[in-house]
Nanobody
Framework: QVQLVESGGGLVQAGGSLRLSCAAS????????MAWFRQAPGKEREFVAV????????YYKDSVKGRFTISRDNGKNTVYLQMNNLKPEDTAVYYC???????????????WGQGTQVTVSS
């Protein structure tokens, strides 16, 4: 089992920044690819960004490229999502996810956090 706990959400004005954190426990953190998803009101949950176990590989949803950065600290068992130049359409509950299989983490990860709310005002 892997337990994931997100933090760092909040209310920010358009153009502002937030950094989300996701602390993991339970297994060898570096064995897991980690990802961020989000779900806006009335919409399906969608993939945002993924990072491989070593941190060398990353991939982003097109609409966040150049604004969001995913990173990880394997010594602290934590993955981060730095979000800059936030837009009202980024408003959503953001979820952290983990899976040993990087091929599936962008669609059906095994483990989920409870989510953290991000609200961007215009």
């Amino acid at each position: 089992q892997v337990q994931l706990v997100e933090s760092g959400g909040g209310l920010v004005q358009a153009g502002g920044s937030l950094r989300l954190s996701c602390a993991a426990s339970g297994r060898t953190f570096s064995n897991y690819a980690m990802a961020w998803f989000r779900q806006a009101p009335g919409k399906e949950r969608e993939f945002v960004a993924v990072i491989g176990g070593s941190g060398a590989s990353t991939y982003y949803k097109d609409s966040v490229k150049g604004r969001f950065t995913i990173s990880r600290d394997n010594g602290k068992n934590t993955v981060y999502l730095q979000m800059n130049n936030l837009k009202p359409e980024d408003t959503a509950v953001y979820y952290c996810a983990a899976d040993m299989r990087i091929a599936v983490i962008t669609t059906k990860p095994n483990y989920w956090g409870q989510g953290t709310q991000v609200t961007v005002s215009s």
